[in-house]
Nanobody, 124 residues
Framework: QVQLVESGGGLVQAGDSLTLSCAASGGTFSFYNVGWFRQAPGKERELVSAIKWNDANTYYPDSVKGRFTISRDNAKNTVSLQMNSLRPEDSAHYYC?????????????????WGQGTQVTVSS
């Protein structure tokens, strides 16, 4: 059983940067693939980045490509999401999630464990 705790959210202005962190405990985190999702009120949950367990693959949708960077430190059981050039449309509740398989990593139901999330609000 893996427990995930996100931190680093907050209220920022457009153009600012934030770094979200996901800290894991309770399992062999280094074997898990990790995704960062976000969900804004009235919208579907969206995958904004993913990283394979061995750091061999990462994913970004076009909406964040070039602005967001995901990284992991398996020795510290953490995954970070560096978010630059934030836009008001990036405002959402951000969640990290862990999946045992990389197959279908774009689908939220592929993820076995979820954190409670952290709120990011970007003002214009």
């Amino acid at each position: 059983q893996v427990q995930l705790v996100e931190s680093g959210g907050g209220l920022v202005q457009a153009g600012d940067s934030l770094t979200l962190s996901c800290a894991a405990s309770g399992g062999t985190f280094s074997f898990y693939n990790v995704g960062w999702f976000r969900q804004a009120p009235g919208k579907e949950r969206e995958l904004v980045s993913a990283i394979k367990w061995n750091d061999a693959n990462t994913y970004y949708p076009d909406s964040v490509k070039g602005r967001f960077t995901i990284s992991r430190d398996n020795a510290k059981n953490t995954v970070s999401l560096q978010m630059n050039s934030l836009r008001p449309e990036d405002s959402a509740h951000y969640y990290c999630a862990a999946a045992s398989s990389w197959e279908s990593y774009k689908a939220s139901d592929a993820y076995n464990y979820w954190g409670q999330g952290t709120q990011v609000t970007v003002s214009s």
